[in-house]
C-alpha cells in the first residue's frame, strides 16, 4: 500500500499521534477513563497500522518477535513481581500499601507498576498476534 | 440479524465491527466510559482485524447448505429466550439506585475509594487495587492465550501430507 | 405486564438467542466464532445495563460536588478484563480455525465431518 500516496502521508501523521495517544492513556489512566489494557490495545494498533503500510518485514524490524517474547512474559512477571515485593515488604500478596512509607503513595506506586505489567502484555500480546496470523502465508 | 443470513463472511465480519462500535456508543450512554473505550479499541479494531486475517488464511465465503439442524436449533433458541426473558421479570428495573447489585461492594469501593486510594478514577482503583488478583488472573489469560497461539501459528506450515511422506520416507529408510 | 424498566433485560436476551443460535446452527467455523463474538457482547451488555444508576454520572470522582450519584464501577472493571480477554480466546480460537484449514481443506463442519468417516 505504500504506493497510495495519501494513504502514506495519512498514516505517516496518525501513527504518532496513535501511539502518544497510547502513552496519554496509560498514564493519565488514574484521572480520566483508560489503563494498560486499552493503552496496550491502542498501541497495538498504531504498530498494526504501521503494518499495513510498510509491508510486515518493516514492522518485524521496529518491533523483533523476539523482542515482543521477552515482552509478553516481562509484562506478567512485573505484574507478579509487585505482588511478591509486597509479600516481602510484609503485607499481602498485591497489598500495595506497604510499598511506600504511607499507604496512599503506595498504593499510586503499585497501581502504576501493575498498570504498566498489563500495559506491556497486553501490546506484545496484540502485536504478536497479528503479525502471527499475517505472517501465516505472507498475505502482506 | 443480518449476520445470520449473509453467505459472505467478509460482510459478516464488517458488520460484526460496526456492530461493536454501536455497542460502544451504547455503553458511553449508559456511564461506562472505560468498557467503552475498550469496546471500540478492542471490538471494532483488533478482533476485526483478526477475524479478516482469518479469512485471507482460509476461504471468504459460507458454503450455502441445507441445514438439517436449523429448526432444533430455532426451537432450543426459542425456549432458553422464553425462559430467560421470564426470569427477568423480577429483575430490578434499569437505573433503579435500590437495586443489590448497587450495595454492598459498590458502596464500599464508592465511598472508600476516593478516600484511600485519591485515584479519581474508580474504574482503575477497583481494577487495579481492590481486585488486583482477578486482573493478574486475566493477564495471565492473556499471556496464555498469546502461547497457545504461538505454539498453533508459529510452527512451520506442514500439511497432513507432508507429513505421511516424511512418515513413508522414514520408514523406507529404516527398511 | 409490560414493565418499561426492563427492556434493556429483553434486548440483551434477544442477542444472547443471536449468538447461540448462529453457533449451534451454522456449520462453518468462522460464522461460530462470529456467534461467540455476538453472546460475549451481549453478556457485557447485560452487566453493564446493570451498573447503570439512574441520574448518575461515570464513576469517576468529581472533585468540590460531594453529593454526586456515581454508576457502579464494579461491572465495569469485570466487564472491561472481560472484553480484553474474549479478544484473547477469540485469536485462540481463530487460530483452530486455521490450522484446520490447513489440514482440512475446509472451515465447514459438515464436510470435516465426512473427511473424518471416510477415513
Known sequence: MIRHVILRIVAKTLIPCILLFAFYVQFHGDFGPGGGFQAGVIFAAGIILFALMFGLPAARRVCSPRALEILISLGVLLYGGVGLASIFKGGNFLDYSVLAHDAVHGQHIGIFLVELGVGLTVTAVMIKLFFLFAGRKHIL | ?175 | MIEPGLYNYWLCVILMMTGLYVVMAKGNLVKKVIGLNLFQVSVIMLYVTMGKVEGGTAPIVVEGAPDTIYSNPLPHVLMLTAIVVGVATTALALSFVVRIHEDYGTIEEGDIAAMEEGR
Open chain 2, 1 to 175: 440479524m443480518a449476520i445470520i443470513r449473509l453467505h459472505d463472511l467478509f460482510a459478516a465480519v464488517m458488520l460484526l465491527g460496526i456492530f461493536s462500535l454501536l455497542s460502544a456508543a451504547l455503553f458511553t450512554l449508559m456511564d461506562a466510559v472505560d468498557v467503552a473505550f475498550t469496546e471500540a479499541a478492542v471490538g471494532a479494531g483488533i478482533s476485526t482485524i483478526l477475524l479478516l486475517g482469518t479469512l485471507a488464511l482460509t476461504e471468504s465465503e459460507e458454503k450455502p447448505e441445507h441445514n438439517r439442524r436449523a429448526p432444533l436449533a430455532l426451537l432450543v433458541v426459542l425456549l432458553t429466550g422464553a425462559v430467560l426473558i421470564y426470569g427477568t421479570l423480577d429483575m430490578p428495573h434499569y437505573g433503579d439506585p435500590a437495586a443489590p447489585i448497587h450495595h454492598y461492594l459498590a458502596d464500599r469501593f464508592i465511598e472508600s475509594s476516593p478516600q484511600e486510594l485519591q485515584i479519581p478514577n474508580m474504574v482503575t482503583s477497583v481494577l487495579a487495587s481492590y481486585r488486583g488478583y482477578d486482573t493478574w488472573g486475566e493477564t495471565t489469560v492473556i499471556f496464555t492465550a498469546a502461547i497457545g497461539v504461538a505454539l498453533g501459528l508459529g510452527a512451520r506450515r506442514r500439511s497432513r501430507r507432508q507429513l505421511q511422506e516424511e512418515e513413508r520416507e522414514n520408514k523406507g529408510g529404516r527398511a
